[in-house]
């Protein structure tokens, strides 16, 4: 199994909603992270778990809460989100915190309303 | 500071011509670079990296990339291009440095090949 997998593909949330997101890969690797994508642009880190710790959170609002419950399972939990929180949310794997390249996963299409 | 520059927004070629997508860097030591390629609504697909060795990186889907040390590039290219391989490529250098492993992108490139 060589795949990142999250769920939902599609999610639409109201402002006052909480929902999760969920990413999960068997590749055995201990390094994921979570990544903010607006149209038309690069990714842009959010968060990093090496080892099921948060090793960097680059100033994210606190309305995104990650958590790394096994090596295999990453969650991004969303509460009070704005509309300019809509983006596409990915999350990617590797084997450890300095290896090389990262695998992703298809993301999540978020539209907060 | 670690950086990637993408010049191009987008870059239009003829089914069959070859193709040069381009990227230069700004890196601290020595760099590790990567291409990645987007398709509308998926994640990022690795194609190929730079880490150490030949300059001349082949990849997946017929691609290929050359390292430059000189001119601080690593231009993504394609002898032959495919309607298919229209996609968003993005480029991008792991912050080794810094000790956070975290990549850098660049804005990325939109190549649209025409048939």
């Known amino acids: 199994d060589t795949e990142v997998t999250q769920t939902p593909k599609h999610l639409v949330m109201g402002m006052t909603n909480k929902k999760s997101l969920k990413c999960e890969q068997h590749m055995g690797h201990r390094a994921m992270y979570w990544y903010k994508q607006k149209a038309k642009k690069p990714p842009e880190l959010m968060f990093v778990?090496?080892?099921?710790?948060?090793?960097i959170n680059e100033s994210v609002p606190s309305r995104f809460s990650p958590e790394c419950p096994n090596s295999s399972l990453l969650n991004l939990h969303l509460h009070a989100l704005q509309p300019e929180d809509s983006a596409l949310y990915l999350c990617?794997?590797?084997?450890?915190?300095?290896?090389?390249?990262?695998?992703f996963g298809q993301g999540t299409r978020l539209t907060v309303v | 500071a670690q950086s990637v520059a993408q010049p191009e927004d987008q870059v239009n070629v003829a089914e069959g011509n070859p193709l040069t997508v381009k990227c230069t860097y700004s890196?601290?030591?020595?760099?590790?670079l990567f291409w990645y390629v987007q398709y509308p609504n998926r994640g990022l697909q690795f194609l190929l990296k730079y880490i150490t060795g030949d300059n001349l990186v082949k990849g997946s889907y017929g691609f290929e990339a050359e390292f430059n040390k000189s001119q601080t590039s690593f231009h993504l290219k394609k002898p032959s291009a495919l309607v298919s391989d229209s996609a968003l490529y993005f480029c991008a250098v792991r912050d080794i440095g810094s000790g956070t492993y975290k990549y850098i992108f660049g804005t990325g490139t939109r190549l649209k090949v025409l048939a």
């Open positions: 890196v601290s030591g020595n760099p590790y």
């Open positions: 990617a794997s590797q084997p450890g915190p300095g290896s090389t390249e990262a695998f």
């Open positions: 778990y090496s080892y099921e710790k948060l090793s």
